[in-house]
Nanobody, 120 residues
């Protein structure tokens, strides 16, 4: 069984930064991902990282602003979010799967989510 626990959400002004972290326990999967879902919008895969070679994937909407990385302990996955915009407001979910969630738009394991609000 895999458990994922997110932390680091909150309220930030436009142009600000936040860092989300996901602590994973259980067995290691090949891919970890961050998804987000805003009210009345479809869920979106924001970024993914491979545990095999640390290759990364980003949605066009966040390229150049967000950075996904694995922590030194390798059981954490971080999402550094810079230059935040009001349209980044959403619940952010950590996810994991044996296939690339950024390609399949699916993940088997999910965290409980953390709210990110970008507002002045």
């Amino acid at each position: 069984q895999v458990q994922l626990v997110e932390s680091g959400g909150g309220l930030v002004q436009p142009g600000g930064s936040l860092r989300l972290s996901c602590a994973a326990s259980g067995f290691t999967l090949d891919y970890y991902a961050w998804f987000r879902q805003a009210p009345e919008k479809e869920r979106e895969a924001v970024s993914c990282i491979s545990t095999r070679d640390d290759s990364t994937y980003y949605a066009d909407s966040v390229k150049g602003r967000f950075t996904i990385s694995r922590g030194n302990a390798k059981n954490t996955v971080n999402l550094q979010m810079n230059s935040l915009k009001p349209e980044d407001t959403a619940v952010y979910y950590c996810a994991a799967d044996s296939l690339n969630p950024c390609e399949s738009d699916y993940a088997e394991y999910w965290g409980q989510g953390t709210q990110v609000t970008v507002s002045s």
